[in-house]
């Protein structure tokens, strides 16, 4: 069963920095692209960065580019992002996945986690 859970979220003011984790399990990790994506209430899921197999390619949406840093550990199945610089308009419920490689689409839109909460006050 494939699954994610994230954690590392929390309130903090404009400015500061946070770390998500993402450890997957369920299926072969090190043979997947993956994402972070981000979601607000009434509003749809949008990505903010994914990562190579490998860990060498990485791509970042124009709202988050230079301010965060996505990575991976192959050996943890685990998958991290840098957020730094945080705005109010990165207040958001942040989900990693499985991406479809050279794309920003999900591998299966049923394999959502929990996600992990981030709040950022101006």
């Known amino acids: 069963q494939v699954r994610m859970v994230e954690s590392g979220g929390g309130s903090v003011q404009a400015g500061g920095s946070l770390r998500l984790s993402c450890v997957a399990s369920?299926?072969?990790?090190?043979?997947?692209?993956m994402g972070w994506y981000r979601q607000t209430p009434g509003k749809e899921r949008e990505a903010v960065a994914k990562?190579?197999?490998?860990?060498?390619?990485?791509s970042y949406s124009a709202a988050v580019e230079g301010r965060f840093t996505i990575s991976r550990d192959n050996a943890a199945n685990a998958l991290y992002l840098q957020m730094n610089n945080l705005r109010a308009e990165d207040s958001a419920m942040y989900y990693c996945?499985?991406?479809?490689?050279?794309?920003?689409?999900?591998?299966?839109?049923?394999?959502w986690g929990q996600g992990t909460q981030v709040t950022v006050s101006s």
């Open positions: 996945q499985r991406v479809l490689c050279g794309t920003w689409d999900p591998v299966n839109v049923r394999d």
């Open positions: 369920g299926f072969a990790y090190r043979t997947y692209c």
């Open positions: 990562i190579s197999t490998s860990g060498d390619s990485t």
